[in-house]
């Protein structure tokens, strides 16, 4: 927490789903697998500077005319972020309402990462 910070709202629990550690299955498949153990989780976000929406933005009449070509023929380049798009490709994301239970839900979503992790091999083959 920041300093004078005396509250935190903490409406996601993220964490980074590394393949190496579990047979190299797919964090797709993870995910699946997660789910299908009852667990509600996602990807997260992908890169928002790659979405359809930003390039449209870019190549809107609008843009043409406020924006020298030189700018935004570099864009792209400007607003690379390898760290995000790494983040969002390690990421599993567990929603709020996940961390509103009792310690034993804490512990199932625990013991179904253990499951995954101890088939990952036969999940990864399939």
């Known amino acids: 927490m920041h300093e004078g910070c005396t509250r935190n709202a903490w409406h996601l629990y993220m964490f980074r789903y590394r393949p190496q550690a579990f047979a190299d ?3 797709a498949r993870f995910l699946e697998a997660l789910r ?3 667990v509600p989780c996602s990807s997260g976000y992908t890169p928002l500077d790659r979405q359809p ?3 449209a933005t870019l190549a809107s009449r609008a843009y043409q005319r406020l924006y020298p070509k030189e700018v935004l023929a570099g864009w792209a380049e400007r607003n690379r972020c390898p760290a995000n798009e790494q983040l969002c490709e390690e990421a599993v994301w567990l929603t709020q309402t996940m961390l509103l239970g009792p310690r034993h839900d804490m ?3 625990a013991a179904a990462i253990r499951k995954i992790h101890a088939s990952a091999a036969e999940l990864a083959g399939a």
């Open 36 to 38: 299908a153990e009852g």
């Open 25 to 27: 299955l797919p964090r």
């Open 53 to 55: 929406f930003v390039q």
């Open 107 to 109: 512990d199932d979503i």
